[in-house]
């Protein structure tokens, strides 16, 4: 049985670990923000990562954004580096749950995911690299069942919105549904002010492009069958198409959403017995202009990516090569203030009676997600709200630990709620 533990045997509920990084920087600012909904009305917290001078400096930072001075002395400081397994062990042992942001996970997420199974800490990380997270679950999966401990992939952008707006698209749904599809569409009104994203993000997708054989290779070691598919099969889209539900070219979605789900159903399916939705997810990419821009960029990219130079030349000219959409600074908190995402998610189903294997489906249902920038305002608050979900409702969590997805961890919690009250709002339409 898994525990959460948020009694005084462990001085911090939460410890935000690489709090001093372009997103842990906002990390800290959404925990300060959401202190009450801790355990008993107070949360306990601490900030880590290699430099305390940085960390001081993430602090001073954070009080005058939110007008608290006394973060700058009431939030405690641990040093802990990945470099360095004696200072992580001695961290985890002093949180309930660690956050942990400290990215590209494939380089430096696995210390941190087996100092926590160690120790004892629940973990969440805001990880895009399906690499990664399923690498974690096939190497740690039973190891944290044993502790009890719960390590919990894409609580961020990736892939939360995704995740738990197609568990609350079924939910909606009375019958048995399929997902037609998912569109992203982005409202990004500070791009055309310079605003970009830090090219952490670019970094993740450059090596995650670069080892997509052995992703293929993971992949086999689970042995997996095929989700059994009910009712009729969803037909996929081309490679580029014009979306008449959001009037603009479309192409499939290259994160880590549509291989999150997939896990999250399949759990859903070996634990609880629910029948597995088909999921197809694309991204709006808006006209003419872009896709010319998105084709060119796209064929750079792919040449690049196979060898150690072309590698280090993105690495190194993010913006040049991504038509200023990353770069190494990231976006200004006024840019970010113009931004905005929104899921649209396109299901149809079987009313409850009808039964799937006879017929076309004669129901339909369209739902939003929606919310502000996606990488350092939506994210935090993602990430925040897993972990609050986590410590406040330990009973509706899976009885084991383990290695799960977002749709996994809190299909039976209220996280929907929480996120809702934060500002990223699911709804009928």
């Not at 911090?12 to 923000?33: C, D, P």
């Not at 405690?76 to 002093?94: F, H, N, R, T, Y």
């Not at 409702?393 to 961890?409: C, F, I, Q």
């Amino acid at each position: 049985m898994a525990k959460v533990d948020t009694s005084s045997s462990r001085p911090y509920h939460i410890v935000i670990f690489g709090a001093s990084g372009f997103t842990g920087q906002f990390v800290v600012e959404e925990v300060a923000r959401i202190v009450s909904e801790g355990p008993n009305g107070t949360l306990k917290w601490a900030v880590a990562g290699r430099s305390r001078q940085k960390l001081d400096k993430v602090l001073e930072q954070a009080a005058g954004a939110l007008g608290k001075s006394e973060l700058r002395t009431a939030v405690e400081i641990i040093v802990a580096d990945v470099g360095e397994p004696d200072s992580l062990a001695a961290m985890c042992k002093q949180a309930v749950i660690v956050l942990n942001c400290v990215g590209p996970y494939r380089f430096w997420g696995e210390p941190v995911v087996k100092a926590c199974v160690e120790n004892s800490a629940h973990c969440i990380d805001i990880c895009g690299e399906p690499q990664f997270l399923e690498s974690m679950q096939l190497n740690y999966n039973s190891q944290a069942a044993d502790k009890g401990v719960y390590i919990v992939g894409a609580c961020g952008f990736d892939s939360i919105p995704a995740d738990m707006g197609v568990l609350y698209t079924r939910e909606q749904f009375k019958g048995t549904i399929l997902i037609k599809e998912c569109l992203l569409i982005f409202g990004c009104l500070s791009l055309s002010q310079g605003g970009s994203i830090n090219d952490g993000t670019w970094k993740s997708a450059i090596y995650g492009f670069a080892d997509s054989g052995k992703l293929r290779s993971l992949r086999k070691k689970f042995g997996h069958k095929p989700l059994p598919v009910v009712g009729s099969k969803i037909k996929r889209r081309s490679a580029l198409f014009y979306s008449n539900e959001v009037q603009q070219y479309a192409v499939p979605f290259m994160g880590a959403d549509p291989s999150v789900v997939k896990r999250s159903q399949r759990f859903l399916l070996e634990e609880h017995q629910e029948t597995p939705v088909q999921y197809g997810a694309y991204a709006g990419v808006g006209g003419v202009a872009n896709i010319a821009k998105m084709l060119f960029a796209g064929m750079m990219f792919w040449f690049l990516v196979k060898f150690d130079f072309g590698r280090n030349l993105l690495i190194k000219f993010p913006e040049f090569f991504s038509f200023g959409f990353f770069s190494k600074d990231g976006p200004t908190r006024k840019q970010m203030e113009g931004s905005s995402f929104q899921f649209a998610f396109y299901g149809e189903g079987y009313t409850e009676g009808q039964d799937p294997s006879q017929g076309r489906p004669n129901a339909k249902i369209r739902t939003l997600v929606q919310g502000p920038e996606a990488g350092y305002v939506a994210t935090p608050i993602a990430m925040v709200q897993a972990a609050i979900t986590i410590l406040n409702e330990p009973t509706a969590l899976p009885k084991k630990g383990g290695v799960y997805t977002p749709g996994a961890a809190f299909s039976r919690t209220t996280l929907v709620e929480r996120l809702n009250k934060h500002g990223i709002q699911f709804s009928v339409i």
